[in-house]
């Protein structure tokens, strides 16, 4: 079989009966990754103390 981005020859690998197929050239394991980051919003300690006065 071959990759699906660089048509390279996939190598298989396979551990306790589960098998992976990988690409050496480009690196792709055939997975479907997302790829976008949602914003990370960090409380500061001044609003958390100011939010667990308030309950």
């Known amino acids: 079989m ?4 660089c048509e390279a020859t996939l190598r298989r690998y396979e551990l ?9 050239q480009c690196g792709y ?5 997302e790829h976008r980051d949602e ?3 960090v409380e500061s300690w ?3 103390l100011r ?3 308030k309950e």
């Open 2 to 5: 071959d990759c699906s981005r």
């Open 16 to 24: 306790d009966g589960r098998r992976a197929q990988v690409c050496e």
């Open 29 to 33: 394991v055939g997975v479907d990754v």
């Open 39 to 41: 914003p990370v919003v």
């Open 46 to 48: 001044e609003e958390a």
């Open 51 to 53: 939010r667990f006065r």
